[in-house]
């Protein structure tokens, strides 16, 4: 009988490309996501109870599976696998659940004919927990020994390395605006450009490498945005917004991020994050500073890019 794997839960950014991303889990069971050829499934869990459906090209034999969670000590958290038949009725399943830091069990399902599955996994916790389900043995022989990361101190590390880059972002000056699917890393024009200038100023690395340090604690999916205050015309700022967010957009692929995850797009004037005016009509010059900035925005629902960008934070 095949070994099963050791598992220790992580945050996302440490199953690299072992594992199928939470932002690509289907909630359908419609369109099921496929099981990478890893055979892990890892993601955050959800305070509102979430289920997800996968598919399997199983043979006959003998699923070996193995469930783990991890979290706050005392907060309830729920994890449950449901092996589906052709009627989509539940044919076996199992869960873990408490409220213990971490938790894990296994359980093997008997497969009778070689064809395509449909699992269930069902989730629920705080969303500062993660949960992970290996799949394997005789009915799925491809998926190797591969595992999710085996050290709690190593997660640690690495959540201690994100909140180190968001503390380094707000001492270079560098909001940070989050809402659902969307981090914003807001820094102003006037401390990247000169004025009426779309290069970045020979100071301008010392606030940007903060930015490129956060951005590589994920791979996810960046955009960089360029706007401008109210003075002068639709089109030259458009064009100035555009220039500058494409000058950022060239700093950070040369910093190791990766190419394909950025593009750059401008605004010019029609994105105003404050008055550029007093409500008499005079000008508001702390208004129009405030307009003046670029935003890197990093998804944080689109899937992740494969693991190509320089380890930065590790130097």
Not at 25 to 42: L, Q, W
Request: glycine share 8%; aromatic share 6%; charged share 25%.
């Amino acid at each position: 009988m095949k070994r099963l794997f050791f598992l220790a839960l992580v945050t996302n950014a440490l199953f690299g490309s072992l594992a199928i991303e939470a932002s690509t889990f289907s909630t359908s069971i419609m369109h099921p996501a496929p099981v990478e050829p890893s055979g892990v499934i890892r993601g955050p869990l959800t305070t509102a109870k979430t289920t997800y459906y996968f598919s399997i090209g199983a043979q006959a034999g003998e699923l070996l599976t193995q469930l783990a969670l991890q979290g706050t000590q005392g907060a309830e958290k729920q994890l449950q696998l449901e092996l589906l038949d052709n009627n989509a009725r539940v044919q076996e399943s199992y869960w873990i659940h408490g409220g213990d830091v971490s938790s894990e069990a296994t359980r093997s399902f008997p497969i009778d004919l070689t064809g395509r599955r449909i699992l269930r996994v069902i989730v629920q916790g705080p969303e500062t927990g993660n949960f992970c389900v290996v799949l394997g043995g005789s009915a799925l022989p491809t998926t190797g020994d591969q595992e999710c990361r085996s050290s709690i101190e190593k997660a640690n590390d690495d959540r201690s390395r994100e909140e180190i880059a968001t503390t380094d972002l707000r001492a270079a000056k560098i909001e940070v605006i989050e809402s659902q699917c969307e981090q914003r890393l807001r820094i102003g024009a006037d401390v990247l450009f000169d004025f009426d200038k779309a290069e970045t100023r020979s100071d301008a690395p010392a606030t940007l490498d903060q930015a490129v340090k956060y951005i590589q604690t994920s791979h996810h999916a960046v955009r960089v945005e360029g706007h401008t205050d109210g003075k002068g015309t639709d089109a030259y700022n458009q064009v100035l917004s555009e220039k500058r967010a494409e000058s950022v957009r060239r700093y950070l692929t040369r910093q190791g991020v990766a190419s394909a995850r950025v593009t750059s797009r401008g605004f010019g004037k029609i994105r105003p994050v404050a008055p550029n005016t007093h409500s008499d009509g005079s000008d508001d010059p702390e208004g129009r500073q405030k307009n003046r900035r670029v935003e890197i925005v990093i998804d944080t629902c689109a899937g992740t890019q494969a693991a190509s960008d320089k380890e930065l934070l590790t130097k």
